[in-house]
C-alpha cells in the first residue's frame, strides 16, 4: 500500500486524525527518555517495550533512521469536562483498537513495519516481563518510549497536538521501509 492508501485506512478505521509523516523529521529526543527513567507510569524496566527494554536512545533512533516513509494517526474524543475518567478509559480503549488494527494489517504487509503506539504496550493486560513476551510479533512501543516528543512528531505530520478545550488526543505511528 502507498501511504496515501495508508492515510484512507486509517481514517476509513475511524481515527480523526492520519497524515504522512517522513521518518527524518522525527528526533528522538535524550529529555523524553529521562521522562521514561521517571518511572510515573510504573512500566520502566518492566515492560518489554518500554525503556530501557526497547533499546537505547541510540537503538531507537537508529530503528526510526532506516525507516522511508510513515503514516502519523490520531484518536481525538470529546469529553464533558477535564474530570471525565469514563470518557478518557473509553478514548483510549478505542485508540488502542483501532491502531492495533492498523498495526496488525502494518505487519502482515511488512514484517519490519515499525508501530509505535500511545504509552506501552496494551496487548496483555500484564506484561509478561521478565519472562518472555507472548506476542512479540504484535508488541508495539510507545512513540515517548523511543524518545518522541509527541507535539513535534504532530508538528512534522501536519497534525494539531491540541483540539481545544475538553478534548483528549492520542497519537501514534508507523514507519515502513
Known amino acids: 500500500m502507498t501511504i496515501e492508501e495508508w492515510v484512507t485506512y486509517a481514517k476509513e478505521l475511524g481515527f480523526a486524525e492520519a497524515a504522512p509523516v517522513d521518518p527524518a523529521a522525527l528526533k528522538p529526543n535524550a529529555e523524553v527518555r529521562a ?9 520502566y524496566g518492566k515492560n518489554w517495550t518500554c525503556p ?21 494517526v490520531q484518536s481525538v ?8 475518567i469514563e470518557g ?24 519490519t513495519a515499525l508501530c509505535l503506539g500511545t504509552g506501552g504496550c496494551r496487548i496483555c493486560g500484564k506484561c509478561a516481563y521478565p519472562e518472555k513476551c507472548r506476542f512479540p510479533d504484535r508488541a508495539c512501543a510507545s512513540m515517548e518510549g523511543y524518545g518522541l516528543l509527541v ?25 515502513f521501509d
Open 35 to 43: 521522562m521514561c527513567a521517571a518511572d510515573k507510569c510504573h512500566a
Open 88 to 111: 478518557m478509559m473509553e478514548a483510549e480503549q478505542n485508540h488502542s483498537a483501532r491502531f492495533h488494527t492498523l498495526a496488525d494489517k502494518a505487519h502482515a504487509e511488512q514484517k
Open 52 to 72: 530501557p527494554e526497547c533499546g537505547s536512545l541510540e537503538t531507537c533512533t537508529a530503528r526510526i533512521g532506516a525507516k522511508t516513509k510513515g503514516i502519523l
Open 151 to 175: 507535539n513535534d512528531a504532530c508538528a512534522a505530520a501536519g497534525v494539531p497536538y491540541y483540539h481545544g478545550p475538553n478534548t483528549l488526543a492520542y497519537t501514534a505511528c508507523i514507519l
Open 77 to 84: 474524543a470529546q469529553l464533558e469536562d477535564s474530570f471525565d
